[in-house]
Nanobody, 112 residues
Framework: QVQLVESGGGVVPPGGSLRLSCAAS???????MAWYRQAPGKQHELVAS???????YYADSVKGRFSINRENAKNRVYLQMNSLKPEDTAVYYC???????WGHGTQVTVSS
């Protein structure tokens, strides 16, 4: 089982940027990786995913603002978030797709 630890969350004003990082305890070479988020009172939402050959998917709500990438040599996945909006406020989770491995999450708050 792979352990996942997210970092990089925080409080930013609307229009700001954050870069989330996900550190895995082992190799992620053969895994599809994803970022999910959960806002207060809402269900988990898929934000972005990246395959083993770096094909990416983005939710319509973040397309053009967020970017996911992976660095297999460091067992890391990143989520660059630009032009943040208050509705992006949520706990963000790193996930190994298909294996139900989740990190504990990192809080992102977009507020002036």
């Amino acid at each position: 089982q792979v352990q996942l630890v997210e970092s990089g969350g925080g409080v930013v004003p609307p229009g700001g940027s954050l870069r989330l990082s996900c550190a895995a305890s082992g190799s992620i070479d053969f895994y599809v990786m994803a970022w999910y988020r959960q806002a207060p009172g809402k269900q988990h939402e898929l934000v972005a995913s990246i395959t083993t050959i770096s094909t990416t998917y983005y939710a319509d709500s973040v397309k053009g603002r967020f970017s996911i990438n992976r660095e297999n040599a460091k067992n890391r996945v990143y989520l660059q978030m630009n032009s943040l909006k208050p509705e992006d406020t949520a706990v963000y989770y790193c996930v190994v797709v298909g294996h139900n491995y989740w990190g504990h999450g990192t809080q992102v708050t977009v507020s002036s």
